[in-house]
């Protein structure tokens, strides 16, 4: 009597003649590394492209932050521009906002101002990004204390109201001579307060006397 063979051994034996003839042809191991190889490569490409956006969205990120924070500065700035000399509300405390920042640190910020832009920059260990903001008003980027020694200095007069500078042109010497000493950068330390004040100078030509208005960044 011939036993019959359940479905387990028929399975089995299946199972034996195919890795046989595995074994017994190359084509076959080529057929099934092949697929298996593919798959590897396809999912690295995956993993790559995944970390590569996740590093371009960081990218974005930083640069839209940078991008805030100067933009906010030049905007404090340019507000104290708007207000006359002559008000009480010609000046004002300006400090760095921490909170909103997801992924920019004050350790790799750099933040300087000179007498046109504002230009603030950013190094990690993968970028280093950037960004500039030009400046809308007359701007110095030092203190009153400063600005009179620098007058006094170079016309023998401070430019109050009270001491005019005297100027045989119209004021030009004055701004030019202001111009080329704001192009020195003030870098600014992002965990101290930053001083925003408006400043007049005087000038005279002896028969006139013309106010120029300036805006005074400190520390």
């Known amino acids: 009597m011939i036993k019959k063979q359940t479905e387990v051994e028929v399975i089995y034996s299946s199972f034996l003649v195919d890795a046989k003839n595995l074994a017994d042809d190359n084509n076959a191991w080529v057929d099934l590394i092949l697929p298996k190889t593919a798959l590897i490569i396809a999912t690295v ?20 932050e940078l991008e805030v924070i100067t933009l906010d500065l030049v ?30 640190d004050s350790g790799g910020l750099n933040i300087s101002i000179t007498g046109e832009y504002v230009s603030c920059t950013f190094a990690d260990d993968i970028n280093d990004l950037s960004s500039v ?61 930053i001083h925003i004040e408006k400043a007049s100078v ?13 805006i005074l960044v400190y520390q």
């Not at 490409?45 to 839209?64: M, P």
């Not at 005087?202 to 006397?209: A, H, L, P, Y």
């Open 202 to 214: 005087f000038v005279t030509d002896g028969s006139e006397v013309k106010e120029l208005e300036y």
């Open 133 to 193: 903001r030009a400046l809308s008003y007359r701007t110095l980027p030092f203190s009153p204390i400063i600005l009179r020694s620098l007058l006094i200095g170079k016309f023998a007069a401070d430019g109050n109201i009270s001491q005019p500078v005297n100027s045989m042109f119209p004021y030009t010497d004055v701004t030019e001579f202001l111009d080329i000493s704001a192009t020195h950068e003030l870098y600014l330390n992002t965990s101290k307060e």
């Open 45 to 64: 490409v995956i993993l790559a492209a995944v970390y590569s956006l996740a590093a371009s969205s960081s990218d974005i990120v930083k640069k839209n």
């Open 75 to 104: 905007s404090n700035i340019d507000s104290v521009g708007t207000i006359h000399s002559d008000t009480d509300n010609a000046a004002k405390v300006y400090n760095f906002d921490t909170s909103s920042r997801q992924l920019i």
